[in-house]
C-alpha cells in the first residue's frame, strides 16, 4: 500500500521536461519543513491505495511520463517498488526528491530531480550530500529553490564544489514564488558565467499558485 495525497494529469512544470503532459502521483508525508514549501498539505492524511491501483490510474491517465513526488515520495518504502513497476512498464519515470533521503537503490532507469536546500529554507543542514555524488549527467538533474543573495550565493559555492555542470543533465535554479525579484535572479544568472537554468513553475502561472492537482 501506498499512501497517497493525490494522483491527477496536467502539464509538468518544472526541469527540462517543462510543458511536457505527464501523470503526477503525489505521496503524502516529508520530513522536512522549508520556510517556503508550497505542498504543506502532503504532510499529513492522504488515502491508502494499492500499489495496483495506483499503476491503474497512471495507466489510465495514458501519459508516457509519470512523475513520482510528494512530499518527499522517498519517505515511503513502497515508493521504490512502485517506480520499478513504472520503468518495467515502459514509462519515463521522474523523481522529485527534496534531498533529505538517500537516492540510492532507486531504480536506475528512473530520472532523480534532486532539490539541494538552500539556507532560507531552514532546512539547509539536512541536505544529504553523498545524493550529489550519485547524480548521473544524462538523466538527473538538481534544483536550488532561491529565496534571496545568500542562497545563490550558496547555489553556487555548492555547484563549484560539487562541480555540478559535469555531474548533473540541468541545473535548475527556481526562484520562490512571490519571494524574489524575478528581474534580479534573472540577472544574476544570465551573468554567472554558469550552465545553469533558470526555471518559472509553469502550472502556477496557469493555474494559480494555491490550485492541487492540475
Ligand atoms: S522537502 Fe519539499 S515537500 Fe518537504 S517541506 Fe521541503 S518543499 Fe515541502
Given amino acids: 500500500m501506498l499512501r497517497v495525497t493525490e494522483i491527477f494529469r496536467s502539464i509538468q512544470g518544472e526541469s527540462t521536461h517543462a ?7 503525489r505521496l503524502t508525508g516529508c520530513p522536512m519543513r522549508c520556510v517556503w514549501c508550497d505542498s ?6 492522504g488515502d491508502h491505495i494499492s500499489l495496483e491501483d495506483v499503476l491503474q490510474q497512471v495507466r489510465n491517465f495514458g501519459c508516457s511520463l509519470v512523475e513520482i513526488t510528494g512530499g518527499d515520495p522517498l519517505a515511503q518504502k513502497e515508493a521504490h517498488t512502485l517506480i520499478r513497476q513504472l520503468c518495467d512498464e515502459g514509462f519515463e519515470v521522474l523523481i522529485e526528491t527534496g534531498g533529505f533521503f538517500s537516492t540510492e537503490g532507486v531504480d536506475e532507469r528512473a530520472a532523480i530531480i534532486l532539490d539541494v536546500k538552500c539556507p532560507a529554507s531552514n532546512e539547509v543542514e539536512r541536505n544529504h550530500w553523498p545524493n550529489l555524488e550519485r547524480l548521473r549527467p544524462d538523466l538527473d538533474e538538481v534544483k536550488f529553490v532561491v529565496a534571496d543573495r545568500s542562497d545563490w550565493e550558496y547555489a553556487l559555492e555548492v555547484i563549484e564544489r560539487y562541480e555540478l555542470e559535469k555531474r548533473a543533465k540541468a541545473i535548475l535554479i527556481s526562484p520562490v ?3 524574489i525579484d524575478l528581474k534580479e535572479l534573472a540577472g544574476w544568472v544570465s551573468t554567472s558565467g554558469k550552465q545553469i537554468r533558470m526555471q518559472l513553475q509553469l502550472h502556477k502561472y496557469i493555474w494559480g499558485p494555491d490550485v492541487h492537482g492540475v
Fill in 177 to 179: 514564488w512571490d519571494g
Fill in 40 to 45: 504543506e498539505y502532503t504532510f499529513t492524511g
Fill in 19 to 25: 510543458g511536457r503532459p505527464c501523470t503526477f502521483v
